[in-house]
């Protein structure tokens, strides 16, 4: 009895196990029958929502990726636009000069010759800035307007040493350009220089500022060209007396000369700082030539640690003489600015008049002391 009670309960197991079994196969037999018909229309609709979805983010990338392009173009363009009005804003007041000069040759023959330069419109009655070098010796000076319109002009002054000359034509209403200071320059702005290389009038070329305060010794009877300003922007022979301008179409100096070993523009350029430039020029108006301002100091070699510049001598009766300076004192400020070596006392200077009060302190024997100088026209050599 006990035997058969045993069989019976094996044999219910085995009915059990084999049930589920099957249960289990059935299901892994309907379940893809089940997924390809009784849910069907589900994973259709689910495929649909996600090619939406991928066809959305496409069309966003896409849209991304139009801006990504079209924002550099209205980038240039909004660039583009800024410089042709600026240009077209400053071209009235620049100018073609035609100089014509009359030079003795080896054999005592005088003969004209011809030359070419640039000019910047300084007030609207006529008076121009443009170098020294390009105006100073010219028999004949011939003014070109933008509209083509000719000028005979005349020399007023110039200033060989700062290389600033202003020239008149008897005209009125000309558009006047606008100067700022080279205190408002930074290096690596945008530069555009505007004049007639070799002939080519209303030519416009752009760069960055280079560098600001270079000093160049010109030639060995004048003084240094302080305080220009560097650019890579093309400058060539005929840009001389032409603007240096800032992206507000100020001018910020008047361009110069190059340094290049051909005579042709190889991205080294300069010009004369518009503060220096306008002060000359008035200088010129005023009183026909430049006054250029005088301390009455000899300047030596500094070997001390303090920075400035070391007075090697006192001129008798001048006014660094009546304000107290003696030898071996050393100039470090000039109205509050930095002095740090001879050229950056010259460049200062050079900013102001005979006549003007200015601030210098210096160093003498562990003390720093502030003399008031009133400066004087330098006396000719």
Same mark, same amino acid.
Not at 68 to 72: D, L, N, R, T, V
Not at 81 to 90: C, G, M, P, S, Y
Not at 330 to 333: D, F, M
């Given at each position: 009895?006990k035997?058969?009670?045993i ?15 099957? %249960?289990i196969?059935?299901?892994c ?12 229309d ?6 649909e $929502? ?6 959305? =983010?496409? *069309?966003?990338?896409?849209? !991304?990726l *139009?801006d990504?392009? $079209?924002?550099?173009a &209205?980038t240039?363009?909004g660039?583009n636009?800024?410089?042709? =009005?600026? %240009?077209? #804003?400053?071209t ?8 014509t000069?009359?030079q003795e ?9 011809e030359g070419?330069?640039? +000019?910047?419109i300084?007030?609207s009655?006529?008076y ?5 070098h390009v105006?100073?010796?010219?028999e004949e000076?011939?003014?070109t307007?933008? #509209?083509?319109? *000719?000028?005979?002009?005349? &020399?007023?002054?110039e ?5 600033i ?6 005209a ?9 200071s ?14 007639s ?14 560098a ?15 305080? &220009? ?15 240096l301008?800032?992206s507000?179409?100020?001018v910020?100096?008047?361009n110069?000369?190059? &340094? ?15 503060d ?5 020029a =008035?200088?010129i108006?005023?009183?026909? *030539? ?5 301390? +009455?100091?000899?300047? +030596? ?6 920075v400035?510049?070391?007075?090697a001598?006192?001129?008798q009766?001048?006014?660094?003489? =009546? ?6 004192d050393?100039?470090?400020?000039f ?5 740090m ?8 200077l ?6 003007d ?13 502030? !003399? ?9 050599s």
């Open positions: 009895m035997k058969n009670r069989n019976l309960t094996a044999i219910v197991f085995l009915l059990v196990l084999l049930t589920c079994v099957a %249960v196969f059935t299901g037999l309907l379940k893809p029958l089940f997924d390809l018909n009784i849910g069907a589900d994973k259709e609709e689910v495929k $929502e996600e090619a939406a979805a991928v066809e959305d =983010r496409a *069309e966003e990338e896409d849209y !991304k *139009e990504k392009k $079209e924002s550099p &209205l240039l363009d660039f636009d800024a410089i042709t =009005r600026l %240009v077209e #804003d400053i009235p007041s620049v100018v073609n000069i035609q100089v000069v009359r040759d080896i054999f005592g023959n005088i003969r004209e010759g070419i330069g640039s +000019g910047i300084y007030s009655d006529g121009i800035i443009t170098n020294s105006a100073s010796k010219a000076l011939l003014v307007l933008y #509209d083509g319109t *000719e000028y005979e002009a005349e &020399l007023i002054g200033n060989e040493d700062t290389d000359a202003v020239i008149k034509i008897m009125d209403n000309l558009k006047e350009a606008s100067f700022t080279i205190e408002n320059v930074r290096v690596g702005e945008i530069a555009i220089a505007v004049g290389p070799f002939g080519l009038t209303q030519t416009v070329t752009t760069g960055v500022v280079s600001k305060g270079r000093d160049i010794s010109a030639y060995a009877d004048t003084i240094p060209m302080v305080d &220009l300003v560097q650019t890579d922007a093309a400058i060539n022979q005929g840009n001389s007396g032409g603007p301008l800032n507000s179409g100020q910020i100096g008047i110069t000369i190059i &340094l290049s070993p051909s005579g042709a523009n190889i991205g080294i350029g300069f010009a004369i700082p518009s220096t430039a306008v002060n000359i =008035r200088q108006i005023e009183y026909g *030539e430049a006054k250029i301002p005088f301390i +009455g100091i000899e300047m +030596g070699e500094n070997t001390t640690d303090i400035g510049v070391y007075v001598g006192v001129m009766g001048y006014p660094a003489d =009546r304000a107290g300076i003696k030898k071996g050393i100039i470090t400020e109205n509050g600015e930095e002095i070596d001879p050229y950056k006392l010259l460049a200062q050079l900013r102001h008049n005979a006549g009060i200015v601030s210098l302190k210096i160093y003498r024997d562990g003390d720093y002391l502030v !003399k008031d100088v009133e400066l004087i026209e330098k006396p000719s």
